[in-house]
């Protein structure tokens, strides 16, 4: 247990499909992130929030939309994804900014499957 | 481009040592990660190294040399819960984290 928790674990749903990924951490850290992990591939940064403000936006599709309604909450809404977009999508959080070597801790992911 | 490299897949046997070896070209240095993930679990923070030499910890130890754009991280005294992907990750001069592909590491009784 981490103190990063994820829902749903697991998700499957087809291109059509809109649905929102959930995050929550309550360690009382001030950064949050959104990670992609492919099989055999490093982890790709999606998105990262600083006290709530959306600080980086690493060039992903539109069809990925983050939501931060809190410093505890980050979401992830999801719509017309195309298969390759399946993946284990990981949230993150850590106490200070980027910038500082402090480490990350992750959630568990959720393993997201488009058909 | 920026590049992390670290073997994809590793085996060895219960007791022994492995060292687990990562490479990296980045645009400038802050530091350098070793992460654990199980499968299906999320990634947990083994160390961090900034300065060249050795840091021990219990029966892992990681290792860098900043000339040389290498680290290792070293596992003494495996145990079977030591299966798991290791993923290294370098904290580049914006402050992004460069991540590695992950090394699975396979321990055989």
């Known amino acids: 247990e981490t103190g990063v928790t994820q829902t749903p674990r697991h998700l499957v749903m087809g291109m059509t499909n809109k649905k929102s990924l959930k995050c929550e951490q309550h360690l009382g850290h001030n950064a949050m992130y959104w990670y992609k992990q492919s099989a055999k591939k490093p982890l790709e940064l999606m998105f990262v929030y600083n006290f709530k403000e959306q600080t980086e936006n690493n060039s992903v599709p539109s069809r990925f939309s983050p939501e931060c309604p809190n410093s505890s909450h980050l979401f992830l809404h999801l719509h017309t994804l195309q298969p390759e977009d399946s993946a284990l999508y990981l949230c993150?959080?850590?106490?200070?900014?980027?910038?500082?070597?402090?480490?990350?801790?992750f959630g568990q992911g959720t393993r997201l499957t488009v058909v | 481009g920026q590049n992390i490299d670290q073997p994809t897949e590793m085996t060895a046997t219960e007791g022994a040592i492995v060292q687990i070896n990562c490479t990296y070209q980045?645009?400038?240095?802050?530091?350098l990660f070793w992460y654990q993930q199980h499968a299906g679990e999320a990634p947990t923070f083994l160390s961090y190294n900034v300065l060249d030499g050795l840091e021990e910890k219990g029966r892992f130890s990681s290792f860098l040399s900043r000339s040389k754009g290498y680290s290792y991280l070293l596992l003494k005294e495996l145990q079977m819960k030591d299966s798991a992907s290791y993923l290294c990750?370098?904290?580049?001069?914006?402050?992004?984290?460069?991540w590695g592909a992950g090394t699975k590491l396979i321990i055989k009784p």
């Open positions: 990750a370098v904290l580049d001069s914006n402050y992004q984290l460069i």
């Open positions: 980045t645009s400038g240095f802050n530091g």
């Open positions: 993150a959080s850590s106490q200070d900014p980027p910038g500082s070597n402090t480490e990350a801790f």
